[in-house]
């Protein structure tokens, strides 16, 4: 693996900038369009989750996830991005969500006789 001269990366990015403000280059742009509030209830219903399953994955309360499913509210920042995977990738969440749910519980002693 080739060792990576950081100092001149940042130069070669800083000299692209100076073009482009110049209007000697262009640069390439991506947009990606994340989701919205009025996607949440599809993509949780894609996912086969209940409620209480998809605001605990998001990491917010089941009031915040009706605010957006009835959308009062909009999802922002992180939770943008995560609705982002869970739309584009639903097997990646779900496997996610199925490694993150506790092993279920077994009768660790036997009754004495």
Known sequence: MAKRNIGKEIIQGL?????????????????VNLPRAADVSSIRKELGLSQDQFALFMGVSVATLRNWEQERREPQGAARSLLLVAAKQPQAVRAAFKAAMPAPRTKAYAKAA
């Open 15 to 31: 000299e692209e900038i100076k073009a482009w403000k110049q209007g000697k280059v262009k640069l390439r742009t991506f947009t």
